[in-house]
């Protein structure tokens, strides 16, 4: 295993036709969250079935290759993944790809009850190897690749083919084929569906509920200014300044204090105290209406419904060797109680099975 970054169209016309003959494929995806105020792409591994020479390769998306042709080809394969959401994301945002077919080895490993389902567990479980995960939180957009990274990079995806098998064989065992193919189709809609949220939400951190309206028109124009300077640096806004900061912040302004923040450079700590200001000279009129979760309590009704549930879920988890939060999170549960017309949307039909959604529950 090993081998550099593709980063030529010969080299990527000879892997394409490798993927072309094969079925499925392994991938995985690094990218630079850490390191960038835009997270992009910056790494795509694939492991294609062994034949002639290696079959674990990185294609650089950095370089300057057209990737339609490799979208084209992975497209109609089905597609192996460990914890598929993210990795589907970020295919999607920076190669155009949607999966037609995926199989998540985290959802495999689940559904046989294996609890401890993090790649290395996997892999040191089935295959006696200890893996290192000791680039997780490299910054994936350094060229050239160190060859520490290419490896702890390659070896993200060199086990899920073999490990894909032998997790297949054990879903067979045990019966549940198909609740593994509901659980993957439905995790690839989930990847699918746009996560945008409304702007005017955004700055809401943890903590801002409990703020006054004026404090809060401080965090916001904070917040705001921390997004200029993240993007002005290239670097993603934690380190510019960090949210528990932010509303510490927020709090000192809006009672009288200047927080000094050493660290600043003269022109940062300029912006952010001029930031602070004119928020607190904003009238009443632009200050932000401070919303706190209403706590209105579930009618009787919803909590029986919500406690027959559980009570399913959980003896089917225990009859099954399977976490109760697996078959349905707690929110899930409650969720369906209170409007059981949502439950198609949460859940998929084993889940519905196991909990006896359709029966009088009420």
């Known amino acids: 295993m090993g081998g550099d970054l593709i980063a030529s ?11 072309q003959a094969a079925d499925r494929v392994a991938l995985d995806t690094e990218a630079d969250s850490l390191h960038s105020y835009r997270e992009k792409l910056c790494l795509l591994q694939i492991s294609v079935p062994p034949g002639d020479g290696g079959n674990d390769f990185m294609v650089d998306p950095l370089s300057d290759l057209d990737l339609e042709p490799l979208r084209h080809a992975l497209e109609p394969r089905e597609i192996i993944l460990h914890g598929a959401d993210y990795d589907l994301r970020m295919l999607r945002r920076g190669l155009r790809f949607t999966a037609t077919k995926i199989f998540d080895t985290v959802i495999a490993a689940r559904l046989l009850g294996i609890r401890e389902f993090n790649l290395g567990a996997l892999v040191k479980r089935f295959f006696g190897v200890e893996l290192q995960k000791h680039s ?13 990274m290419a490896n702890y990079a390659l070896n993200d995806v060199h086990y899920l083919l073999p490990l894909a098998s032998k997790l297949e064989e054990e879903l067979e065992r045990f019966q549940r084929r198909d609740w593994f193919r509901q659980s993957c189709d439905r995790a690839i809609e989930l990847a699918a569906a746009s996560r945008e949220r409304n702007p005017d939400e955004l700055w809401r951190i943890s903590g801002a509920g409990a703020l006054d309206p004026h404090a809060g028109a401080v965090l916001r124009a904070l917040w705001q200014w921390r997004e200029r300077e993240a993007e002005l640096a290239d670097r993603p806004p934690f380190h510019i300044l960090q949210n528990h900061e932010l ?22 700590r300029e ?24 706590g209105v309590r579930p009618s009787a009704g919803t909590l029986r419904c919500a406690d027959k549930l559980r009570e399913r879920r959980d003896k089917s988890a225990d009859q099954l060797g399977l976490e109760p939060s697996f078959i349905a999170s707690r929110g899930a549960l409650e969720a369906v109680a209170a409007e059981p017309a949502r439950a198609k949307a949460l859940l998929v039909p084993w889940q519905h099975e196991l909990l006896g959604i359709g029966d009088d529950i009420r």
């Open 9 to 19: 169209a010969q080299r990527l016309a000879d892997l394409i036709r490798q993927i």
């Open 136 to 148: 997780q939180k490299a910054n994936w957009g350094l060229r050239p690749l160190p060859a520490r």
């Open 247 to 268: 509303l510490k912040a927020a709090i000192n302004f809006a009672s009288g204090g200047v927080p000094d923040y050493r660290q600043f450079s003269t022109r940062r």
């Open 271 to 294: 912006t952010f105290c001029e930031a602070a200001k004119t928020a607190l000279q904003s009238p009443q009129s632009e200050w932000p209406l401070m919303r706190r979760r209403s």
